[in-house]
């Protein structure tokens, strides 16, 4: 079993809080669709990560198309960029 990152644990958390998502519905390949978010609520998930966190997101990607897995990697993406540049 895969281990779960920092960054998919509180995106998991997240969905479960804000949006009452099942825990056990949130698979890396379930899109943000399949889980019940609507556009609204996906660009409402991406500011909440965006303050959590202090990264920039860039909204025009907040898409109900993205998979877990690859918000979980955008979110990581955006950390990884954000220490590269003295962000914390």
């Given amino acids: 079993m895969l281990e779960m990152s920092e960054c ?3 995106f998991t958390a997240a969905l479960t809080t804000l949006f009452k998502v099942p825990a056990e519905s949130i698979e890396p390949a ?3 669709d399949d889980l019940g978010l609507d556009s609204l609520a ?3 998930i991406f500011l909440a990560l ?3 966190w202090n990264v ?3 909204e025009s990607d907040a898409r109900p198309d993205l998979t877990v897995h ?3 990697q955008m ?3 955006q ?3 954000g220490r590269a540049e003295g962000r914390s």
Avoid: C, I, S
Wanted: glycine share 0%; proline share 4%.
């Fill in 30 to 32: 379930a899109t943000l």
């Fill in 70 to 72: 690859q918000t979980v």
């Fill in 56 to 58: 920039p997101l860039d």
């Fill in 75 to 77: 979110l990581e993406e």
């Fill in 42 to 44: 996906v660009v409402e």
């Fill in 50 to 52: 965006q303050e959590q």
């Fill in 8 to 10: 998919h644990v509180a």
């Fill in 79 to 81: 950390l990884r960029a």
